[in-house]
C-alpha cells in the first residue's frame, strides 16, 4: 500500500497563491506517476496536473496552464502543485493521486491505484 498525505489548502483571495504538497510513503514503486485531481461541490472530479516521476513529463487541464505549476521532489517522495492567479472558479476539494507501474501521464482518475484524503482549496471573490 501507498499512504498520501495532502497540505496546504486555505482560504485565500482572487488573485493569490497556495502551494499544495502529496508527501507518498509505505510502498513505492521505481515506475510511476502522481497527480492532482479536484472536486467542487455539485460537480466530477477532475483532472488538474500530473507529472511522471520518472521522466518528469508533466500534463495540465488547460483552464490551469500558465497559473498552476506541479513539481517533485524525488528524496522526500513529494509532489507539489504551486498555484498562481487563483480564481473563484479554482475553489475545490484538491485531492493527490498516484498511478503505479506506469510512466504515463493520464488525466482518468480510475486509472489511478491510490488517493489521499483531500485539501480544502477555497477562493474568495
Known amino acids: 500500500q501507498m499512504q498520501l498525505v495532502e497540505s496546504g489548502g486555505g482560504l485565500v483571495q482572487a488573485g493569490g497563491s497556495l502551494r499544495l504538497s502529496c508527501a507518498a510513503s509505505?510502498?513505492?514503486?521505481?515506475?510511476?506517476?502522481m497527480a492532482w485531481f479536484r472536486q467542487a461541490p455539485g460537480k466530477e472530479r477532475e483532472f488538474v496536473a500530473g507529472?511522471?516521476?520518472?521522466?518528469?513529463?508533466?500534463l495540465y487541464r488547460d483552464s490551469v496552464k500558465g497559473r498552476f505549476t506541479i513539481s517533485r521532489d524525488n528524496a522526500k517522495n513529494t509532489v507539489y502543485l504551486q498555484m498562481n492567479s487563483l480564481q473563484p472558479e479554482d475553489t475545490a476539494v484538491y485531492y493527490c493521486?498516484?498511478?503505479?507501474?506506469?510512466?504515463?501521464?493520464?488525466?482518468?482518475?480510475?486509472?489511478?491505484?491510490?488517493w489521499g484524503q483531500g485539501t480544502q482549496v477555497t477562493v474568495s471573490s
Open positions: 507529472i511522471s516521476w520518472n521522466t518528469g513529463a508533466k
Open positions: 493521486a498516484a498511478r503505479w507501474a506506469s510512466a504515463f501521464v493520464t488525466g482518468r482518475g480510475n486509472e489511478y491505484d491510490y
Open positions: 509505505g510502498r513505492t514503486f521505481t515506475t510511476y506517476v
